[in-house]
């Protein structure tokens, strides 16, 4: 079965980067587009960007233009999502899933916290 | 970027009854690439519907989707006691995927 599991809880300090992972199972990892969506505690959810994990390619929200970058390493098929210069305001819940547009499989979510 | 209003914040309502909830667009939605979400505390969302009125796999008949353009409708039918959550739009037909910013299901 399709499964999606994410790299566990992280704390950062405000100013520093976070990179969380999202490793594919279940399907050939190259074949769909991953997503990546966040949660603040309480709030709704936010679209942060997609990769295609065949060629590379990305597309991000412009909100998180030149602080977001998302990876892949296919030889393990996991995708990564690294946030730069973190703020308080970015303290949520990320989930990758997969699919284009309206994803059917979502990761288990991992929490980042920025805190002084 | 397109932004979806979703009405009503919180629907208040019995098992049984029929949920109605609208999502507007700011601005057309391509191709009706609307979808639907469920999302219960502690979980990650659950795709509903996709273009509009698409049931995604496993989904019970009792959920359906309706609409185009600026203007969409996801109806419960008869609502079942694990049908009481958070539910969002989300509009993936631009550059930028925008989500409503969603309506909860609760008990009355």
């Not at chain 1, 990305?58 to 892949?72: E, N, S």
């Not at chain 2, 979980?43 to 309706?66: H, N, V």
């Not at chain 2, 039918?77 to 631009?94: I, K, M, N, W």
């Amino acid at each position: 079965q399709v499964q999606l599991v994410q790299s566990g809880a992280e704390v950062k300090k405000p100013g520093a980067s976070v990179k969380v992972s999202c490793k594919a199972s279940g399907y050939t990892f190259t074949s769909y587009d991953i997503n990546w969506v966040r949660q603040a505690t309480g709030q709704g959810l936010e679209w942060m960007g997609w990769m295609n994990p065949n060629s590379g390619n990305t597309g991000y929200a412009q909100k998180f233009q030149g602080r977001v970058t998302m990876t892949r390493n296919t030889s393990i098929s996991t995708a990564y999502m690294e946030l730069s210069s973190l703020r308080s305001e970015d303290t949520a819940v990320y989930y990758c899933a997969r699919g284009g547009g309206a994803p059917t499989n979502w990761g288990q979510g991992t929490l980042v916290t920025v805190s002084s | 970027e397109i932004v979806l209003t979703q009405s009503p914040g919180t629907l208040s309502l019995s098992p049984g009854e029929r949920a109605t909830l609208s999502c507007r667009a700011s601005q057309s939605v391509s191709s009706s690439y609307l979808a639907w979400y469920q999302q219960k505390p502690g979980q990650a969302p659950r795709l509903l519907i996709y273009g509009a009125s698409s049931r995604a796999t496993g989904i019970p008949d009792r959920f359906s989707g309706s609409g185009s353009g600026t203007d969409f409708t996801l109806t419960i039918s008869r609502l079942e006691p694990e049908d009481f959550a958070v539910y969002y739009c989300q509009q993936y037909g631009s550059s930028t995927e925008t989500f409503g910013q969603g309506t909860k299901v609760e008990i009355k």
